[in-house]
């Protein structure tokens, strides 16, 4: 039943190695993974100040779309917005059809009881509800923090992106939910957490063929973690999907102001798990949510600083150790011999396969035996 989610988690690993603006010189590569990432913490941002003001929006939608809308490009590659939106001018027929069909190649692998779903969740993501609109202005702001970076030093190239970029926003002027953030003194400071996270290369003291940043792995294991809560739900448990994509979203931030600290430094001497914690806590209190409303920091801190605290969280946790053995295996199978890869590897899925979740021993269980698409 639930062999199809293992190939999504397969299909996604595309995002790693899907390079955006590849036909302008870029001043750093960002992938799709990395871009999704951004996207989705501006409209985590945008969603939780529009339930501060009263406005009433579906997160269970709106969290869904945020997921789902990355597999479809996983399907059809490389094309350009200007690409894109030429072909939409001149056969948007066309484009609505390829679209589909994609999506229904995508769909084949959720239970059948719920493709239809899953179906409208993507072909849908950017209508003109309140949802679609907090998600097409969550990926303009994503695509204009890129194109400011690479038009500092390729103006040339960047000036008319940067100029349509601008003037598209310039629509959501006054949706409120855009309002409320880029009017804020406290948006560039997340802004620039941002930036930093899209740079932070993982395994840094190891050499890499196919090298993930923090923000790449956080959207995998966000979307690692909705689809193991998809399964979870499905086998009757009691998860709380949004719950779930906020941790995930969340559970690196920190990292931001304090480097990717391994695990095995942060347990190497006893107590100095501990002083790490107090230090994220003063550096992400003091700086990241400084000057936030205190309603927005209560959402937002706990999950950034405990994110693996209550049911959902230990349901991140598992996705984020999975994340990394999926990393492994990247590196394993594109020829790096270095065995500290196969070593996590190995040990992270014995880890998980003593998991009290179910999914997550399905899933580990296709991934070691290959049932699926880890094949040995």
Not at 273 to 285: A, D, L, T
Request: glycine share 4%; aromatic share 10%; with cysteine.
């Amino acid at each position: 039943m639930f062999h199809g989610y293992v190939k999504l988690l397969e299909l996604a690993t595309n995002l790693f190695t899907m390079y955006r603006w590849n036909n302008m010189p870029t001043l750093v590569r960002t992938n799709e993974a990395e871009n999704a990432f951004v996207s989705a913490q501006y409209c985590l941002l945008m969603s939780e100040m529009s339930a501060l003001h009263g406005l009433k929006l579906d997160k269970n939608k709106l969290f869904q779309r945020l997921v789902l809308k990355e597999l479809p490009k996983c399907l059809l590659s490389d094309i350009s917005v200007d690409t894109k939106i030429l072909i939409k001018s001149l056969s948007p027929e066309k484009w609505t059809a390829v679209f589909s069909k994609t999506v229904e190649e995508v769909v084949q692998y959720f239970p059948s009881k719920r493709r239809g779903e899953f179906f409208v969740s993507m072909v849908d993501t950017k209508d003109s509800s309140i949802e679609g609109r907090i998600i097409q202005t969550g990926d303009l702001l994503s695509a204009m923090l890129e194109a400011e970076i690479h038009g500092r030093y390729f103006p040339d190239f960047f000036a008319r992106p940067l100029k349509d970029l601008e003037k598209r926003l310039e629509n959501f002027k006054d949706f409120q939910p855009y309002s409320l953030i880029a009017n804020s003194d406290w948006i560039k400071r997340y802004s620039d957490a941002l930036v930093v996270l899209l740079r932070a290369v993982r395994w840094n003291r190891l050499n890499r063929n196919v090298p993930t940043t923090v923000a790449g792995h956080s959207f995998y294991v966000t979307l690692t973690s909705y689809i193991l809560s998809s399964m979870e739900i499905e086998n009757g448990g009691k998860i709380d999907p949004v719950e779930v994509i906020k941790r995930a979203l969340l559970h690196d931030i920190p990292e931001s102001m304090t480097g990717d600290i391994i695990t095995p430094t942060k347990k190497k001497v006893p107590g100095f798990e501990e002083v790490i914690s107090q230090v994220e806590e003063q550096m992400v209190s003091g700086n990241l949510l400084r000057g936030m409303p205190d309603e927005l920091v209560k959402e937002l801190k706990s999950r950034m600083l405990d994110p693996f605290a209550t049911t959902e969280g230990e349901l991140v946790r598992a996705a984020d150790q999975f994340a990394a053995t999926v990393e492994c295996l990247m590196e394993i199978r594109s020829g790096n011999t270095q065995p500290a890869f196969r070593d996590a590897l190995h040990r992270m899925l014995d880890d998980l396969s003593s998991s009290t979740f179910e999914s997550v021993r399905f899933v580990t269980e296709s991934f070691r035996w290959g049932l699926d698409w880890a094949g040995r």
